[in-house]
């Protein structure tokens, strides 16, 4: 039996022949080997029917009935005034159900676009083009788009 062993770890490389000896199903020379050690579980690694067994199943109680938090409780931040604003009535606090109505975009009555900051992303849908014309509208004086419509961003109130 030591000769196996000795044998598996001087070689860097063992033979597959040597390897199948020591672990044939129960009866190679590891087998052996185990059972002299009372180690019969770990025969089911090398596919032995003697070592496996049946497992139990382990079940706790419930510990307790409490209700589950809900999300008002555990939101934060931006998160929380939001569903503020919807238990207020406001399904759409960023008003992106729907896109904005163009005004008369004149130089002189430019579309109003509200924003909490100082810019703001704005996309134009142009007549006769098949996407938004992108732009960054800056607080100040109004901007031109490409098709000759003005916006010009108007002071609103954070969420």
């Known amino acids: 039996m030591?000769?196996?062993i000795s044998r598996l770890l001087k070689s860097s490389f063992p033979s597959k022949r040597l390897v199948s000896q020591l672990t044939q199903r129960g009866e190679g020379k590891l087998g052996a080997l185990l059972r002299q050690l009372g180690l019969q579980k770990m025969l089911g690694v090398f596919g032995s029917k003697e070592g496996t067994g049946q497992r139990g199943i382990s079940t706790t109680a419930l510990v307790s009935q409490k209700p589950l938090t809900d999300d008002m409780e555990l939101a934060t931040g931006i998160f929380k005034r939001e569903l503020?604003?919807?238990?207020?009535?406001?399904?759409?606090?960023?008003?992106?159900?729907?896109p904005m109505k163009r005004g008369a975009g004149n130089e002189s009555d430019p579309t109003e676009v509200p924003s909490a900051f100082d810019g703001r992303l704005v996309g134009c849908l142009c007549l006769g083009d098949r996407g938004p014309k992108w732009m960054w509208l800056e607080k100040g004086?109004?901007?031109?788009?490409?098709?000759?419509?003005?916006?010009?961003?108007?002071k609103a109130d954070p969420i």
């Open 84 to 98: 503020k604003l919807r238990q207020a009535g406001n399904n759409d606090p960023w008003s992106m159900a729907r």
């Open 2 to 4: 030591s000769s196996y």
């Open 141 to 154: 004086a109004p901007k031109r788009c490409e098709c000759g419509h003005y916006y010009v961003l108007k």
